[in-house]
């Protein structure tokens, strides 16, 4: 089969640096350590320390960031704090509501307003979730690499960044499952009213994507997070997003 010019663009590109291990994701908790070699993050903390623990060793963890204040990504914000002097950071509005403003490693960090971690350079993005003021994250290496994490999150205001080399976003639910679980009474509508405006949908997932087509062609893999059990699909999720960009997608 002939390679397309597209396909022939990304096997030029280097392998960019970036490390990227789940730890958990999904509405039970969401964790992932994101490393270039250099420095380690933790990306969000919505599972147990112990849990954490288990799956890597905490001192090799240069710093925590959380996207907001729900339990499935700040389960152990305050451990991570108070017990293993991590550095966290989180926007004004999440660090309230977890109680954690006045903690001596905690650093609010604002929407637009870029900030250094290590050799990381970390700009937080504006999200749409029924939270305080929830965040995404364009993470991008000194070595290398480029992410953009976002989830929580019913639609990204933002275009993809160029020169993205790994996309981290949030496939929540379907529509058409969504409608099956509403009318078999899985799901009822004031649940269905909070997805549409908290959660993103694949439907919205795949428009976004489509939108951003120009901006792919640096892009190497894309991982959907945060699945619903109930409403989610895992092979029917990768196979529309994979079917759309001709990118590898990875479902977490
Ligand atoms: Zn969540
Ligand atoms: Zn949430």
New binding site residues.
Partial sequence: MPISPEKRLRETIPIDMMNIRTLASGSSGNAYLVSDGVTTLLLEAGIPIKSIARQASLSSIDACLI??E?G??AKSAADIVRKYSIDLYASHGTLDALCLSCDYRVHPVKAEEQCDIGTFVVMPLAMK???AE?LGFIITSRHGGKLLFA??TYLIPYKIPHGTTVLMLECNYSMELLAQSITSGVTDHRQRERLRF??MSLEYLLQYLSENKDRLGSVSEICLIHMSGRNGDRALFKRKVQELTGLPVIVE
């Fill in positions: 996207s907001h729900h499935d990504h979730h029924d939270a929830p989830t929580d908290s959660h």
